[in-house]
C-alpha cells in the first residue's frame, strides 16, 4: 500500500520562505519521477514542479521559475519543494505525488524522453499540506 505524507506548510507573509517535506512508502521510491502540485479554492489542481528519478531533470511550471527548487533524497524516500520569495498567489494546499501515468505521459524533448508533470499522470495523493501566503 502506497503512503504519502506532506509536511511542512503554514502562514507566512509575502516574500517569506517554506520548505516542504514529502516522504512516500509503499514503493520503490528511487524507480519514480515526483511531482509538487497545489489545488486553490474553486480551482483546479495544477502542477508546481516535476524532478526525476535521480534528480537529473526537473520541471517548474513559468510562476514558480526562480522561485522554487525542488530536491529529492532517495535515501530517505522524500522529496523537497524548497518555496522562497512567496507570493499571495502561491496560496493552495499542496500535494505530492509519484508519476504513475506510465507510457501515456512520455514526450520527447530533442530526442529523449521525458515525462508530462500534470495532475492527471501522477496519483497515490496524500492529504495534502496547506500553504497560505499572506500580503
Known amino acids: 500500500q502506497v503512503q504519502v505524507v506532506e509536511s511542512g506548510g503554514g502562514s507566512v507573509q509575502a516574500g517569506d520562505s517554506l520548505r516542504l517535506s514529502c516522504t512516500v512508502s509503499g514503493l520503490n521510491f528511487d524507480d519514480y519521477e515526483m511531482g509538487w502540485f497545489r489545488q486553490a479554492p474553486g480551482k483546479e489542481r495544477e502542477e508546481v514542479s516535476c524532478?526525476?528519478?535521480?534528480?537529473?531533470?526537473?520541471y517548474y511550471t513559468d510562476s514558480v521559475k526562480g522561485r522554487f527548487t525542488i530536491s529529492r533524497d532517495n535515501r530517505k524516500n522524500t522529496v523537497y519543494l524548497q518555496m522562497d520569495s512567496l507570493k499571495p498567489e502561491d496560496t493552495a494546499m499542496y500535494y505530492c505525488?509519484?508519476?504513475?501515468?506510465?507510457?501515456?505521459?512520455?514526450?520527447?524533448?530533442?530526442?529523449?524522453?521525458?515525462?508530462?508533470?500534470?495532475?492527471?499522470?501522477?496519483?497515490?495523493w496524500g492529504q495534502g499540506t496547506q500553504v497560505t501566503v499572506s500580503s
Open positions: 505525488a509519484p508519476y504513475i501515468g506510465g507510457d501515456a505521459g512520455i514526450y520527447y524533448s530533442s530526442g529523449r524522453p521525458k515525462r508530462e508533470c500534470k495532475p492527471s499522470f501522477y496519483g497515490h
Open positions: 524532478i526525476s528519478w535521480s534528480g537529473g531533470v526537473r
